[in-house]
């Protein structure tokens, strides 16, 4: 930085801001030019593929996508077409808090890999990827005038991971969809035990009272429509919790989309 000493006011010195920006030129081709150098890696299993940020043909043909026909209210598939509205047996005896539920594949093979390798693995450009496959999945409840809600972490673990894959994952949605990314509308208030291993009740008593609206953002819900994201959905305990929040405080529609669907009774040949 150089000083004009006419009227005290730094500026900037002549070289300093072509040096800053040759800088970044060279980063960014350094980039380039290690991408050119470095051949695309199946985003799962690391084999050679052709075109970067995709599965390759294996791990793809493993990959447990749900697809339609599927049930209205929770995206499990059913085995032949009952129409659009048809409701599965289990949304009939007992409705979920939520509207809509839909998930992009079943927790197992490459859909777990790419789960634990985001949460675990500091693998955060999969939320890209994983974002195009959630926002495929919720096509038909995602619109523009959307919010689209991470599962809050509760603080700690969040200072612990230092990321929320939730929120990963809701900004891509979102990125990907044009609804509005809303992180923080909820608060995770309690540490709630991990869900792995407990029964439906337990984790209904877990959760129960472990989030809340954040404060005065009452009317940035009340009449919208919501889209819960998060990456994992088990009984569905944790997305319920956070639905009874939004509902309270005067959402039009909650709805639901996760990455992995990991409630056993569900499979892809209901
Ligand atoms: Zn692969």
Redesign the pocket.
């Known amino acids: 930085m150089g000083m004009d000493t006419s009227s005290g006011r730094r500026i900037a010195h002549p070289f300093s801001k072509a040096a800053g920006v040759a800088a970044v030129t060279a980063r960014r081709s350094f980039a380039v030019i290690l991408d050119g150098l470095l051949p695309p890696r ?1 985003i ?4 050679r593929i052709a075109d970067a940020g995709r ?2 043909a ?2 793809w043909q493993k990959m447990p996508f749900l697809e339609k026909p599927w049930c209205y209210r929770l995206g499990t598939p059913f085995s032949h077409d009952m129409g659009e509205a048809a409701w599965s047996p289990k949304a009939i005896a007992d409705p979920p808090e939520f509207d809509r539920l839909r998930a992009v594949a079943l927790y197992q093979g ?1 859909a777990s890999d790419l789960v634990l390798s985001l949460k675990y693995a500091g693998r955060r450009d999969l939320a890209v990827p994983m974002g195009h496959w959630l926002a495929r999945a919720g096509a038909e409840i995602l619109s523009a005038d959307s919010l689209v809600v991470p599962v809050p972490l509760h603080w700690f673990r969040l200072w612990r991971r230092r990321f929320n894959q939730a929120a990963d994952l809701a900004r891509s949605v979102a990125q990907q969809s044009g609804a509005s990314f809303q992180p923080e509308i909820l608060r995770r208030v309690r540490r709630t035990r991990q869900q792995v291993g407990l029964s439906a009740k337990q984790r209904h008593a877990n959760v129960r009272a472990a989030f809340k609206l954040a404060k005065h953002r009452e009317a940035d819900v009340f009449g919208r429509h919501i889209v819960l994201i998060d990456d994992v959905l088990t009984t569905g305990s944790t997305v319920s919790a956070c639905t009874k929040v939004l509902k309270a405080a005067g959402a039009a529609r909650v709805d639901v989309l996760a990455f992995a669907h990991a409630d056993p009774s569900v499979s892809r040949d209901a």
């Open positions: 199946c799962c299993c690391q084999n599965l390759c294996p791990c490459p």
